[in-house]
Nanobody, 115 residues
Framework: QVQLVESGGGLVQPGGSLSLSCAASGSIFSIMGWYRQAPGKQRDLVATITRGGLTNYADSVKGRFTISRDNVKNMVYLQMNSLKPEDTAAYYC???????????WGQGTQVTVSS
């Protein structure tokens, strides 16, 4: 049974930093990533990373966010620096399982950037 569990969200002031973690279990995951969804908006890509470490970022977070993963621990991380109020959203971990051809989602963790 595939399970993704996010942690690390919270309230932070503009310009601050926050780190998110996602613990994945139940399979071997190829592409893993983070998406976010603000109230009333669609869920958008934040960043993805392959097993080999190739990364992709949304333009809005380039230079501020860093995605990384630990293939042994089946973890994916998102380091968020220089946070802005527009980064406020629920952040979701996502992972693709090649053998099943399916994407899986975590339950989400809230990030609020406000003074």
């Amino acid at each position: 049974q595939v399970q993704l569990v996010e942690s690390g969200g919270g309230l932070v002031q503009p310009g601050g930093s926050l780190s998110l973690s996602c613990a994945a279990s139940g399979s071997i995951f190829s592409i893993m990533g983070w998406y976010r969804q603000a109230p009333g908006k669609q869920r958008d890509l934040v960043a993805t990373i392959t097993r080999g470490g190739l990364t992709n970022y949304a333009d809005s977070v380039k230079g501020r966010f860093t995605i990384s993963r630990d293939n042994v621990k089946n973890m994916v991380y998102l380091q968020m620096n220089s946070l802005k109020p527009e980064d406020t959203a629920a952040y979701y971990c996502n992972a693709y399982v090649v053998i099943s051809g399916r994407y899986y989602w975590g339950q989400g963790t809230q990030v609020t950037v406000s003074s």
